[in-house]
């Protein structure tokens, strides 16, 4: 992160800080030792190319619990004064505290939150400063890396949206009226550096085909020609479909394949239906799974000994007669790396594609695919290095993550989460409306 700049859109006029206490928690700062921290990280943030105007004057807030109704009253104050964005200072990670900002921010008042823990912003590293910087930029509309144009394949064309897919469930121990929450995000243009994301309450609990998809692609769709700036819809979509195991890929075919194909049929004109657009491709990812490659050799490894990042074992392991892969894209910090599987569900982009050849240094289709695969690995925007699973099955599940955060009453039966304070409370009912993003921040990516 050293003399690195981000692609930043725009200004950050408006925006400020928070700190917040509780009864039984040690502070970090008060207001007058924030201010300085603050200020630094300001300049962090014009170093890495975020153009920030300082911060307006900073408060304070001493709250007795995560429900406390102040907390709320403060965050309409900060919508309603403009602010385009609020960095909150916690005492500690209070995960009910955690979920009550982020709801009234993303879903209540529409103001963009940036939580830190006031015992790590005290040590005013440059490293953390600007971690958090790499926040900021994502949620103003910015993007942190992009591929080079020869890494992109196919979609530098600037014809192919990526999306990524994932539903979250119920947990052991969540309120009877929990509900499984669906998420999508999707690529806006070929650089790959915003994924803006759309949630919905699935028809029912624990239903793993995403019910709402139709209309969830189709809002992406929109996205994808207003936002991208693009004269048409996408020729190409492909779709990183996560969570889903080996006993549904079928029904993903059977059930989730029309809907999408449906809300093509519904957006796109009839000229680009006759054309037969858009071609489709579907890849499911796996995670949970004991697959686990070792070197044979001393100093074919990395460091931890697991196998160099960007290894792909697409045979001898793999289904015999379909088209699957295991790649490991990541360097694990330590233990053994935990490859992700990817199950080609269905393919109309490449295999019709690359017919007559493929371009160097691939040999074959399965290594376009596999090669693209590892270079999403390498966008995902909060990490300087490649992740385990590619970017858009990734971000799909911190935006399930999120949705927990949003409806933490029903998945958490603690006493801090729930709305009433108290074990003995009736769970909330849950309304589709309890996910549903304020206008202001519905196409950014508020998730992260």
Not at 117 to 122: D, F, P, R, T
Not at 214 to 226: E, F, G, H, I, T
Not at 363 to 381: F, K, P
Not at 382 to 388: I, Y
Request: aromatic share 8%; glycine share 8%; hydrophobic share 40%.
């Amino acid at each position: 992160m050293v003399d690195v700049k981000f692609n930043f859109v725009g200004t950050l006029r408006k925006w400020s800080y928070l700190l917040v206490s509780m009864g039984g928690y040690r502070d970090a700062f008060n207001l007058a030792s924030l201010a300085p921290v603050v200020k630094q990280f300001s300049e962090t943030l014009g170093k890495t190319g975020v153009n920030a105007a300082p911060p307006m004057t900073g408060l304070s807030l001493q709250i007795e619990s995560p429900e406390d109704a102040r907390l709320d009253q403060m965050l309409e104050r900060a919508a309603t004064n403009g602010l385009e964005l609020l960095l909150v200072i916690l005492p500690d990670n209070i995960p009910g505290l955690y979920n009550r900002i982020k709801h009234c921010g993303d879903v209540k008042f529409g103001v963009h939150t940036v939580c830190s823990i006031g015992s790590k912003l005290a040590k005013c590293s440059d490293q953390y400063f600007a971690n958090v910087a790499l926040k900021f930029n994502l949620k103003l509309g910015g993007s942190n890396q992009i591929l080079d144009s020869q890494r992109r394949g196919i979609l530098d064309e600037d014809k192919t949206m990526v999306v990524g897919i994932d539903v979250t469930h119920p947990s052991p121990g969540s309120a009877s009226n929990a509900p499984s929450v669906a998420g999508m995000v999707a690529s806006t243009d070929r650089f790959l550096g915003q994924w803006p994301a759309v949630l919905r309450i699935q028809s029912t609990a624990r239903q793993e085909m995403v019910s709402d998809l139709s209309d969830m692609l189709k809002s992406r769709l929109r996205l994808w020609k207003d936002r991208g700036k693009h004269t048409a819809f996408p020729e190409n979509i492909l779709v990183y479909r996560d969570g889903v195991s080996e006993g549904q890929y079928q029904t993903v075919l059977n059930v989730e394949v029309p809907l999408l194909r449906r809300a093509c049929a519904e957006t796109y004109p009839p000229a680009d239906q006759k054309r037969g657009l858009p071609r489709l491709t579907v890849v499911i990812v796996g995670k949970r799974h004991h697959t686990r490659f070792y070197v044979t050799r001393d100093g074919d490894g990395d460091r931890s000994g697991n196998p160099k990042p960007g290894t792909v074992v697409d045979r001898a392991v793999t289904e015999a007669r379909n088209w699957d892969f295991y790649l490991q894209s990541h360097a694990a910090i330590q233990g053994t790396a935990r490859p992700a599987h990817y199950f080609v569900l269905l393919d109309e982009i490449f295999r019709a594609r690359y017919a007559k050849g493929v371009p160097p240094p691939a040999t074959n289709v399965a290594d376009v695919l596999e090669q693209l695969t590892q270079s999403l690995c390498y966008t995902y925007g909060r990490a300087t290095k490649a992740v385990s699973l590619c970017t858009p099955a990734y971000y799909a599940d911190v935006l399930c993550e999120r949705a927990r955060c949003y409806l933490s009453g029903a998945f958490d039966a603690t006493p801090q989460a729930s709305m009433a304070g108290s074990t003995t409370a009736e769970p909330a009912v849950v309304r589709s409306e309890d996910v549903l993003i304020h206008g202001r921040l519905k196409d950014t990516m508020f998730y992260i």
